[in-house]
């Protein structure tokens, strides 16, 4: 089955300083990855659309100076969160659907559960 | 309003219980249906893909889908302490590619 590998698993970093989150699609090739984001007891949260060779599309309401999303090949896409704070403490779960199968599943990565102290 | 309803429980029954997992939505543009279960501290993992309106079975797990009343719902038959999971409903429409998410439904299943 189609996998996606997300790294880290888990971070913690200060307040002030950026980190990167990397995700793979294995064993397929992914035109298209997306960035979720999921607070403790609630459902997930689309931030952006990743789109391979092209600018993301964010959502409403998410800054993409603070997000940065990159997706270079049609198997990476990394979300960069800069000066974070502790606010943007959470959990970041990215998926990517198979680019050879149309409308298809997502398929989601582990998460990364983000600490920022 | 939201375009995804899904009650989020918490739901608890006994070990070989039926278990009835239900979403309502509002947008006709949806036209494909997924559910996922995400165990704590994990992504989702796709446990089900449904298109039309009807029954679809895999395994223990049912997938029933009435577009003409907006109406999904996941069953599982002889439920299991490892289905002890959030359970997510997610319809997508036809012509985008991206997913809209109910709230889940937290399940457990106690032994």
């Known amino acids: 089955g189609a996998v996606v590998s997300q790294h880290p698993s888990w971070v913690i970093c200060k307040s002030g300083t950026s980190v990167k989150i990397e995700c793979r699609s294995l064993d397929f090739q992914a035109t298209t990855m997306f960035w979720y984001r999921q607070f403790p007891k609630q459902s997930l949260m689309l931030m952006a659309t990743s789109n391979e060779g092209s600018k993301a599309t964010y959502e409403q309401g998410v800054e993409k100076d603070k997000f940065l999303i990159n997706h270079a090949s049609l198997t990476l896409s990394t979300l960069t969160v800069t000066s974070a704070h502790p606010e943007d403490s959470s959990f970041y779960i990215c998926s990517a659907r198979d680019r050879g199968q149309g409308v298809s599943p997502l398929h989601f990565g582990n998460g990364t559960r983000l600490t920022v102290t | 309003q939201k375009e995804v309803e899904q009650d989020p429980g918490p739901l608890s029954v006994p070990e070989g219980a039926i278990v009835s997992l239900n979403c309502t939505y509002s947008n006709s543009a949806f036209q494909y249906f997924m559910w996922y279960r995400q165990y704590s501290r994990k992504g989702p993992e796709l446990l089900m893909y449904?298109?039309?309106?009807g029954n679809k079975e895999d395994g223990r797990f049912t997938a029933q889908v009435d577009k003409s009343s907006k109406y999904i719902s996941l069953f599982i038959r002889d439920s299991q302490p490892s289905d002890s999971a959030t359970y997510l409903c997610a319809p997508v429409e036809t012509s985008g590619s991206r997913l809209t998410f109910g709230e889940g439904t937290q399940l457990t299943v106690n032994p």
């Open positions: 449904t298109y039309s309106s």
